[in-house]
Structure formats: C-alpha cells, structure tokens
C-alpha cells in the first residue's frame, strides 16, 4: 500500500510476492547461473518491482554469456514498512517495531536459498542489488546480525546504486519521532491500528515521510531526513558505520562481509532539487549558498566549500554548482566514507563506483538514473568524459 497510486495500479495490503525471471541458459543448459535479487528504490515511501520496465531486458541480455535469473521481490513499504510505536513493539514477542521491510526483504531471500535451484539459480551466487532506498536496504542487511532475522548467508556479494548510509535513528527515537502518525490516527491502542483500513492508515502518513528535503543542510550532520530503516536492536543490530568500524578494530564482527560496490552519481538530486538556481550568475549563486549553508555550518567552512566548487561556479553553470555540492554533502561524501571504512573491516573486495553522466532533460520516465541500464552500463562500458570536477571521486578498490 502506497500513496499516490500511479495510474493504472491498484494497491493491496496483499504484497508480498516476488517476480522471477529466468534466462534461456538456466532453463536449459543445466547448469546453474547467477541471481540477481532486486530491491526496488522510492524513499520507502512507495515504490514496487515492477516499475522497473527493463529487468526481463538483463535476463535476456545475459544469454549472450552464462546466464541470469533476475529476483524482484515486492516489500511493504511507508507506515505499513517501517512505522515503530511502542504500542507495536509491546505486542510483538521480538519486542521491537518498524523495520518491517527488512524482515520481508530477509523472507525473500530466505525463499530463494531454498527453492532458486528449481529454476536453474545458484544460491551462493545470489547478488543484492538496491536502487536509491534499495540500496540503503541492503545497508540495513549488511548490519543485520546475529538474531531472528539475520542475513548471513543469505546472499554473496551486494551492489549499492545511491543507497544512504545514514542508519542510525534508536528504536526509542522512532518512537518518540511517530507518535504524531498515531495520534493523527486517533487511536490509543495496537488493536484500534490495526483494525483501521488501510486507506485511513495512509491518510495519517505523516507528511515528513514524503518530504525530501534537498536543500542545504540545517547543519553540519546532513540532510535531516525522517528515520525510516532504523536499528531497532534485533532486525538491525546497530548503525553500518559502527558495525564496520567495530570489525575493522577488531577483525570480525556483527557486519554481513561481502564484496560489494557502493555507487553514487555526480548530480543525484537532480530531479528533487527544491530551489530553481539555474539562472542565477556566479555571485547570486555564491551569496545563495553562502546564506543557506551559514543557518548551520560556520562562515570558515562554507567559505572552503564555496572555494571546492569555485572554478565551476565561475564559469556560469550554476545548476551543475548546485547538485554536485547537494549530492556530495548529502550522499558521495558519506559513500565513500563508508567504502574507506569497510575496506580495511571486510576480507571481501569493496569498490568505489561513480557516475558523471548528466541526466537528461526533460526527464524520461522513469528517470534515467532510476534504470538497471543507467546505472550499470554508463558506469561499466561509457567512453570517458571530460570531468565536471577538479578531483572527481574514482573507481578503485579499497
């Protein structure tokens, strides 16, 4: 269940399914081939599989080598996914709430360790692919550790296409966070929640859950999003960043180590930007930025910052300026933070992968960064092209 509904979908508390796709090679060469399991972005907030017109597109495209199977599971997603109140927690015997996604997630590919051989899949060549939220999902089951819902095991390796790592919100947080979805509810009891129809429940999403605020940060610790996936203990143990940082200090730890590729893409925020600067010149843009990011960051920092950027800014193009410095501080700068952490915590090869390829206007739909094709085949096979940036980030290992 989601809202809006796109045009011509209806949605159903009845999700959880999956849609499998099999390549000529699993079906007949009888051997076994490569999964690919597929997790679907939209802020989790919305989203679903089959938004994603081209993944039948790779299953035939991997005939032309060894084969894939492609596995998209459908997740609960918004407050059906992920809201956490006290009243919930007290009446599940994990005594936790929220997360609900992950476990559904974990479920999936529960069910491919046990069945994908029938369809001609390998179970320990299962790859997790997450888009945007998808990604930062796939975050939350590298930290899920020992528990009811562990993920070890599950899959081999895990690609990461703009996930946040920024997990980081306490159960009780949550808790305290939600209660205005509850009490927009009108309901003082688990009991009255859950007997409400789906459609009322969704009338009380609370509005910061389908905010994105891209805009400078209040302050120097980012973007000040909503916590949605949060470590509530037992589905996620802790934040990624400690898990790693734990099992970097001291060899092993609660982490899923596997190979993984943490991608990001020079202007992510293209398609949500909030405030239109395309037209501003070089000095409106400086003074722009210098009063948005000074309502949290000091005047020495923004003042570097602005320098970062300077030569870009001075040549005119104000636009590219503003999601490259919007991206890097709310997603590239924290990935490859990350990466830097993991690699010396994982046995496992970890990459960097970047994209410099500018979206195009006007959009497609889906937008193209929202594509299997964008964010694999520009990254992997595009010729190279002349930087945006004095240092752009690189792909190598860690």
């Not at 596995?71 to 006290?86: I, K, S």
């Not at 202007?267 to 948005?292: C, G, H, I, L, P």
Request: glycine residues 8%.
């Amino acid at each position: 269940m989601q809202t809006p509904v796109p045009a011509g979908l209806t949605a159903s508390e009845d999700c959880l399914t999956l849609n499998l796709f099999t390549s000529n090679i699993a079906r007949t060469a009888g051997k076994l081939v490569p999964v690919l399991f597929w997790v679907y972005g939209g802020d989790n907030t919305n989203g679903w599989s089959a938004s994603y017109d081209n993944l039948e597109e790779w299953v035939k495209l991997s005939d032309r080598g060894n084969g894939l199977i492609v596995v998209a599971p459908n997740y609960r997603v918004n407050v059906f996914g992920f809201m956490a109140l006290e009243l919930l927690s007290q009446r599940d015997p994990r005594n936790v709430s929220g997360n609900y996604a992950i476990t559904d997630l974990i479920t999936a590919l529960e069910w491919v360790q046990s069945n994908i051989e029938a369809f001609g899949g390998d179970p320990t060549k299962v790859t997790v692919v997450g888009q945007s939220s998808g990604g930062t999902n796939l975050f939350a089951m590298l930290s899920a550790g020992p528990g009811p819902a562990a993920a070890k095991g599950l899959f081999a390796a895990g690609i990461s296409l703009s996930g946040s790592p920024n997990i980081t919100m306490s159960l009780s947080d949550a808790e305290r966070q939600n209660l205005d979805f509850l009490h927009s509810t009108g309901c003082t009891t688990s009991e009255c929640l859950i007997d409400l129809p789906a459609s009322e429940v969704l009338k009380s999403l609370p509005a910061s859950w389908a905010f994105m605020p891209n805009r400078y940060p209040a302050d120097p610790s980012g973007w000040h999003w909503v916590g949605i996936v949060i470590v509530d203990g037992v589905t996620v143990t802790q934040p990624f960043f400690d898990a790693v940082s734990w099992q970097a200090n001291n060899g092993s730890g609660p982490a899923v180590d596997v190979p993984l590729i943490i991608q990001s893409m020079a202007n992510e925020v293209d398609f949500f930007r909030a405030v239109d600067v395309d037209n501003y010149t070089a000095s409106q843009y400086k003074q722009y930025m210098y009063d948005s990011m000074t309502n949290g960051w000091n005047s020495t920092t923004v003042s570097h910052i602005i320098s970062m950027y300077e030569s870009l800014i001075d040549a005119g193009d104000s636009y590219r300026s503003d999601t490259l410095i919007l991206t890097d501080v709310g997603l590239t700068c924290a990935n490859q933070v990350l990466a830097q952490t993991i690699g010396p915590a994982f046995q496992s090869n970890v990459y960097i992968s970047y994209v410099d390829v500018a979206p195009s206007h006007p959009y497609p739909a889906p937008p193209p960064f929202y594509i299997m094709k964008y964010a694999f085949q520009y990254a992997v096979s595009a010729p190279p092209r002349p930087s945006t940036r004095t240092a752009p980030p690189s792909s190598s290992s860690l």
